[in-house]
Nanobody, 122 residues
Framework: QLVESGGGSVQYGGSLRVSCAAS????????MGWFRQAPGKEREFVAT????????FYADSVKGRFTISRDNAKNMVYLQMYSLKPEDTAVYYC?????????????????WGQGTQVTVSS
């Protein structure tokens, strides 16, 4: 089970950290990803991190502004977001995958959270 938290409303240029708590499995076996979906748009890849945190990968739209991290001792994954823009407004989802590659593809994720809303005002 994955449960996101930490969403909210911020102004343009602000920062926010969303978190995802995992339970019910061996967390460290899974690569973790963050996706987002804005109203009227398809779900899109944001960032991914491998099982031990040694590899991360970001969508071009968030590279340099967002940081994904994980704490396997706490079964947590985080997405720290800086320099937020109105176009970052979306529901943010965390997801878990047993894949080691092709992690930009949402079809390769086995478990999903319910999402947390992030709203950035201009």
């Amino acid at each position: 089970q994955l449960v996101e938290s930490g969403g909210g409303s911020v102004q343009y240029g602000g920062s926010l950290r969303v978190s995802c708590a995992a339970s019910g499995g061996i967390f460290s076996r899974y690569a973790m990803g963050w996706f987002r979906q804005a109203p009227g748009k398809e779900r899109e890849f944001v960032a991914t991190i491998n099982w031990n945190g040694g590899k991360t990968f970001y969508a071009d739209s968030v590279k340099g502004r967002f940081t994904i991290s994980r704490d396997n001792a706490k079964n947590m994954v985080y997405l720290q977001m800086y320099s937020l823009k109105p176009e970052d407004t979306a529901v943010y989802y965390c997801a878990a995958s047993l894949y080691v590659d092709y992690l930009r593809d949402s079809a390769n994720y086995d478990f999903w959270g319910q999402g947390t809303q992030v709203t950035v005002s201009s």
